[in-house]
């Protein structure tokens, strides 16, 4: 997968306006992130439940971090 796959990964994970267009659109998200076909395939199928465990526990992070 390329940098770009990537870094769209990051931000649907700590975005949550991001994460909230990607679950609503995946396609559209997607393609207005220039990923490929296969790269999309990829992004469609990402366990949805973990993704919001994984945003959820990132957000508390850097909230401690922060002194929230």
Known sequence: MSARFEA?????YVDAGARARFLADPR?????????????????KI?????HMAANSLERKRSK???F
């Open 28 to 44: 559209a998200s997607c393609a207005a992130a220039g990923l490929s076909a296969e790269e999309t395939e990829a992004a469609e």
């Open 47 to 51: 366990d949805r439940l973990g993704l």
């Open 65 to 67: 971090r922060r002194g």
């Open 8 to 12: 769209f990964l990051a931000r649907i």
